[in-house]
């Protein structure tokens, strides 16, 4: 009895210190050259309010990160801070790529002064996926991806829309 408490109480006390799970947001894109990817990654950045603090991606993790933007509050717990993470890697079709943008966040837990940054006690807390899709969906256009909508057309066949073919409207 006494082994089983024991084995609650650690499990108990791992379970309140995990940290949330890393969630990317991830984009299959056409190929770019790095430079290209950090130019639309720091404009990106600028564009959201985050500051840039690098000078490009590290070239070894193809990883590109901002610095923390801050967003503090009088009362414990509704304070933060966000950074971006954007990262790059092949994609599974040639002349592809999987471009990947993270925005982390961090709470700040001060009960005394939650407004004074010397006292922050940042914990983690869980990304933010609205403005990492936001952020990837800016890259996306900026990177010039094709959408495909409506139905597609065989090659050879006549285009026909829902009141006829094109060939029978009279002008």
């Known amino acids: 009895m006494n082994k089983l408490c024991a084995v609650l109480t650690l499990l108990v006390l791992f379970a309140c210190e995990s940290t949330p799970p890393k969630s990317w947001v991830r984009a299959e894109v056409p190929l770019s050259s790095s430079m290209r990817l950090w130019e639309i990654s720091r404009m990106a950045m600028e564009r959201e309010g985050f500051p840039v603090m690098r000078q490009g991606f590290d070239p ?18 509704h304070g933060y801070r966000e ?12 002349g592809r790529m999987v471009l990947m943008v993270r925005v982390a966040q961090e709470i700040n837990d001060n009960v005394a002064k939650p407004l004074d940054l ?31 909508v409506g139905r597609k057309v065989k ?17």
């Open 60 to 77: 070894r993790s193809g990883l590109a990160l901002s610095g923390w933007r801050r967003d503090l509050h009088p009362f414990k717990g």
């Open 118 to 148: 010397e006292y922050a006690e940042w914990v983690p807390g869980p990304d933010n996926q609205e403005r990492a899709r936001v952020m990837l969906q800016y890259m996306r256009s900026m990177l010039g991806v094709q959408f495909e």
């Open 155 to 171: 090659q050879g066949a006549p285009a026909e829309k829902e009141y006829g073919s094109w060939e029978d409207r009279q002008p």
């Open 83 to 94: 950074r971006v993470e954007v990262s790059y890697k092949g994609g599974e079709q040639p």
